[in-house]
Nanobody
Framework: QVQLVESGGGLVQPGGSLRLSCAASGFTFSSALMQWYRQAPGKERELVAFISSGGGTTNYADFVKGRFTISRDNLKNTVYLQMNSLKPEDTAVYYC???????WGQGTQVTVSS
């Protein structure tokens, strides 16, 4: 069974940091491009970042460039999203996605508020 499970969300103050994790199972993770998306209340889901199967290529949405870092550990079948300098507008449910398998995780809530 192809599965993605996110963790690491929570409540953080503006300027703070969080690291999200997404554990994959049921497919060859080391061959899969991985993505992080987010969806804020009342808004469409948007792409935040992606990383190539080997980790050598990454790309970011303009609204997180310089603040977020996507990485992966193919031995642990896990992809990460390090989020620094968080802003209230980063508040959303964050999802990981494996486009090659069309599978989404259940999402993890990130709330940035004082």
């Amino acid at each position: 069974q192809v599965q993605l499970v996110e963790s690491g969300g929570g409540l953080v103050q503006p300027g703070g940091s969080l690291r999200l994790s997404c554990a994959a199972s049921g497919f060859t993770f080391s061959s899969a491009l991985m993505q992080w998306y987010r969806q804020a209340p009342g808004k469409e889901r948007e792409l935040v970042a992606f990383i190539s199967s080997g980790g050598g290529t990454t790309n970011y949405a303009d609204f997180v460039k310089g603040r977020f870092t996507i990485s992966r550990d193919n031995l642990k079948n896990t992809v990460y999203l390090q989020m620094n300098s968080l802003k209230p507008e980063d508040t959303a449910v964050y999802y990981c996605y494996a486009p090659g398998y069309r599978v989404w995780g259940q999402g993890t809530q990130v709330t940035v508020s004082s």
